[in-house]
């Protein structure tokens, strides 16, 4: 892919059948990590039983060794998920109208980014301790334009985060509240803490929890029953 050779975990429903087709989850690990941790970690395919196609990419290592993701849509990682989804596409039953993402960390960020470029390709998309795909202002250097659609937006942090602060969650949320025409105002959702503002296009709801940079205990039953409702 773009040059580049590429790994990942790929989890089919226990008893895949070639004929249905099936929503397909983008899983994104956090920084220095890989796919298998963030299977271990997420939750999220155990939610989703026999009833979604879940796949785990691994980041490419920096020259310190480190993994991560490039968030620029122009990048090589955004190589990787459209090139991704065409070989998942062409091998397996997959429903194109139930595409989803999902990232921790660094891979929340990406997610993000994911959901504002490729807003016209997914369906929803889950970020916890992230931070947004773009800054704000046209004359910062790292503003790569325009998000691509509405994607349903997913948004989790926690206030006593150290490692990604607070208001990086809140910028993303911001991001995906103006993008789809949200109003400001919101009302508690399940799970508890989350809520969902008014007026959307497509949903965002916003998830601010007591924790750290940790992945909550309520994100996986809230994040696929999220994406399964869209």
């Not at 039983?49 to 990419?57: H, L, Q």
């Not at 503003?143 to 490692?163: E, F, K």
Request: net charge negative.
């Amino acid at each position: 892919m773009d040059g580049k050779s590429r790994t990942f975990e790929l989890s089919l429903p226990p008893e895949y059948d070639p004929s249905h087709p099936y929503p397909l989850v983008f899983a994104w690990h956090g920084g220095d990590s890989r796919g298998a941790w963030a299977q271990s970690y997420f939750g999220v395919e155990e939610e989703a039983g026999s009833d979604a196609i879940v796949v785990y990419p691994d980041g490419l290592e920096d020259a310190w060794g480190s993994t991560g993701w490039e968030v620029d849509p122009d990048g090589h990682d955004f190589v990787l998920f459209d090139a991704l989804l065409a070989h998942l596409e062409a091998n397996l039953c997959i429903d194109r109208t139930r595409l989803y993402s999902v990232g921790f960390s660094w891979g929340a960020y990406f997610s993000n980014s994911l959901g504002c470029y490729r807003g016209d390709v997914l369906t929803a998309f889950a970020s916890v301790a992230g931070g947004p795909p773009r800054p704000k202002g046209e004359d910062d250097p790292m503003y790569y334009g325009d998000c691509s659609g509405q994607a349903a937006a997913w948004v989790a942090h926690g206030t006593a985060d150290t490692v990604i602060p607070l208001y990086e969650g809140e910028n993303a949320r911001d991001v995906f509240l103006d993008n789809n025409g949200c109003q400001p105002t919101s009302s508690p959702t399940v799970p508890d803490p989350c809520v969902a503002y008014d007026g959307c296009a497509t949903p965002v709801h916003w998830c601010q929890h007591a924790g750290g940079h940790d992945w909550p205990a309520f994100a996986p039953s809230g994040i696929w029953a999220y994406f399964a409702g869209q």
